[in-house]
């Protein structure tokens, strides 16, 4: 039997706690969409805040996750998500052989966050 299915919601991080905020609403949100039965949400940085993503990863596969998905929380592809985190995921996966770990792509690139950023603008403006 496959175990639950964990999200890792993978941020970039800042000095300023504060600059969390809106990544820990999100993730709070996808918890409530999800259901408690579903598989545990976390976050992880890629630098200057904790978890990291091998942290965030560990701590699933503790909980019992059998496949986490990455989910970078970046606007697009930039070197972090082409050169740095593949080296990270490969990192993780080595030391989880037995969990399936997958990563989406960055969420900027979805045609739907695009959409959804566009409208925000449009009302911003009126």
Not at 14 to 39: I, K, T
Not at 76 to 84: F, M, N, S
Not at 103 to 114: F, L
Request: with cysteine; proline share 6%; charged share 20%.
């Amino acid at each position: 039997m496959m175990g639950p299915h964990g999200i890792v919601l993978f941020a970039h991080g800042a000095r300023d706690v504060r600059w969390a905020e809106p990544f820990e609403r999100l993730a709070a949100r996808l918890r409530e969409l999800r259901g408690a039965s579903a598989g545990t949400v976390s976050l992880a940085f890629l630098e200057l805040m904790t978890p990291d993503l091998p942290a965030a990863v560990a701590a699933q596969v503790a909980d019992g996750a059998s496949v986490i998905t990455v989910v970078p929380v970046f606007f697009g592809q930039g070197g972090h998500i082409r050169r740095d985190l593949p080296v990270i995921l490969d990192q993780c996966r080595a030391a989880h052989p037995s969990v399936e770990i997958r990563c989406s792509t960055a969420v900027g690139e979805d045609a739907d966050v695009i959409e959804a950023i566009a409208g925000y603008c449009l009302r911003q403006a009126f």
